[in-house]
């Protein structure tokens, strides 16, 4: 079963930078979308960013302006790159992508395990 694997979580202060990466932990047929989900405590898992396979791009308005989310079509892998954090961001994050694989030839959404991302002075 492929695996998406993320890095770059941690502890920033309000106003500081982080940027995640994911990818899947294997050669995969195919990407059609990849995004970022994120979780707070207490609170539904929300979409932050979302890429398609046309490039076309869409982000939580909370984020707007502070948030880019790009992809490396090489290495099959996706970045948010979080700027201007504030501590309303912090919450563990979450990859998805909506992809097909050489297991399963057909098109299924895969989630990341998550990040933790705590912003705090």
């Known amino acids: 079963q492929v695996q998406l694997v993320e890095y770059g979580g941690g502890l920033v202060q309000p106003g500081g930078s982080l940027r995640l990466s994911c990818a899947p932990s294997e050669s995969i047929y195919s990407i059609n979308a990849m995004g970022w989900f994120r979780q707070a405590p207490g609170k539904e898992r929300e979409l932050v960013a979302r890429?398609?396979?046309?490039?076309?791009?869409n982000y939580a308005d909370s984020v707007k302006g502070r948030f880019t989310i790009s992809r490396d079509n090489a290495k099959n892998t996706v970045y948010l790159q979080m700027n201007s954090l504030k501590p309303d961001d912090t919450a563990v994050y979450y990859c998805?992508?909506?992809?097909?694989?050489?297991?399963?030839?057909?098109?299924?959404?895969?989630w990341g395990r998550g990040t933790q991302v705590t912003v705090s002075s």
């Open positions: 998805n992508f909506r992809m097909i694989t050489y297991h399963n030839w057909r098109e299924d959404d895969y």
């Open positions: 890429l398609t396979s046309g490039g076309h791009t």
